[in-house]
């Protein structure tokens, strides 16, 4: 998948940023660098509907329609669950049919599912088809259009083979950098497990996988109970994390995912720049940073409006992933993936988080080496630095 994207880099016109929001309340309340706020709130000034993921009551992951600021926090910050898309394409197409403004995010999957729904002129079709994971949106997208005649409409909306009768500009597409989404069956098992441990009479009320209290780099997941109680674990240590990073859990369709590569049929794409260390540390203050791809030429009109309330450096399409992989390739199948899935529906999480204590125990010997190791360091500094003082 790298090979094939870095054959066609150079004929390209997406352009790449590294960029966060000149606004620390925006920041601190989103997953990387907050402009996916920045989008959303231009739709809504314009009297749009922004589709994005939130958490349900029963902490279910749902695609869901938002038109005021006031709501728009519901959206932010990455859930590591499926989302559940219910009516959204065909909601979608129906406030577009009636002129309405339309900010829709989602995994590259999802936005590449709603381009195929709309019938726009996806380069990504072919590939949506053979996806294994995807076949069942796209039969279910397929089914939708299927009682919908599109007009035959000459106009500027004209794309490619197909026409369409509401106005392109009004739609954005935003995806994400995507490392894979675990199943829900996972996520249940978790938060059930994490009832159990927390030794509380109720599930978590309140979900926050990338809670920035101990930085961007090293970011926390937080949970908060009815009763007041609150969990909050290094994602480093967590286990829904560990094993969601260290693919145990994800979907199968996401290793073998075909919406990978710089190239995609969005207008923007989002993810963390976490290449920023090794190439741009003078931005990074820990408060998250985003990679930004812009890909349309409408893309690029917003963006230069945008520009005023951004800090962006531009970046090469190749440092756009560097330290990066989700941008260009599919997760690699964690050789206990299927025998953990299959067992989750029996035992829960309890097989999961044997895995992940192994890590975890690995983790916690190597962190406790590396600070007893500085602690040693600077004593040996502090001595030095007194036998010159006193010499
Ligand atoms: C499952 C998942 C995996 C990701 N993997 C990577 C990765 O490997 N590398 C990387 O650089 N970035 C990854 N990202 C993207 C990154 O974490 C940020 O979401 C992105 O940088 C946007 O940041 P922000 O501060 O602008 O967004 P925020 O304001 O925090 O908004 C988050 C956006 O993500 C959407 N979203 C949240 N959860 C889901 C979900 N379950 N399904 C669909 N959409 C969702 C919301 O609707 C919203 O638009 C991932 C995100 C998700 C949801
Ligand atoms: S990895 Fe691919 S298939 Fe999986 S959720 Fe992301 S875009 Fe969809």
Known sequence: MADDNNMSINNIRTEAYAAYVNKDTI??????????????????????????????????????????????????RAKYAPSRMGNTFAEVKALLEQ???????????????????????????????????MEELSAASEQMCTDEKVKSHKSDNEVGAISINWDRDKLILMDLVCHGVPTEKAWESYLKFRQQEDQQETLASEVNFRSKS??????SVSMKYPSGYEYSCKSHYDSYMIAFVGNMILRPACNKCQFKGVERCSDFTLGDFWGVWDLKPEMNDDKGISTVLVHSEKGKRIWQE??????????????????NPSMIEASAVHPMRDELLSRIETEGFAPVEAEAAKIRKERMEHDAAVEKANRSLIRRVKRKVKRILYS
Not at 30 to 39: N, P, R, Y
Not at 58 to 70: C, F, G, I, M, W
């Open 214 to 219: 101990t930085g961007w780099g090293q970011y």
């Open 27 to 76: 920041r601190s309340h989103s997953t990387s660098g907050g402009l996916f706020t920045l989008l959303a709130e231009r739709t809504i000034s314009a009297g749009g509907v922004v589709y994005g993921a939130a958490f349900d009551e029963d902490l279910h992951v749902v695609h869901t329609p938002v038109r005021s600021l006031d709501e728009l926090d519901r959206l932010r």
């Open 306 to 323: 945008l520009c005023k309330k951004v800090i962006s450096e531009p970046l090469t399409l190749e440092e756009s992933y560097h330290l």
């Open 99 to 133: 002129g309405t403004p339309v900010l829709f995010s989602g995994t590259p999957c999802q936005v590449a599912g709603l381009h195929h729904y709309l019938k726009l002129d996806a380069p990504t079709l072919e590939s949506m088809k053979s996806s294994e994971g």
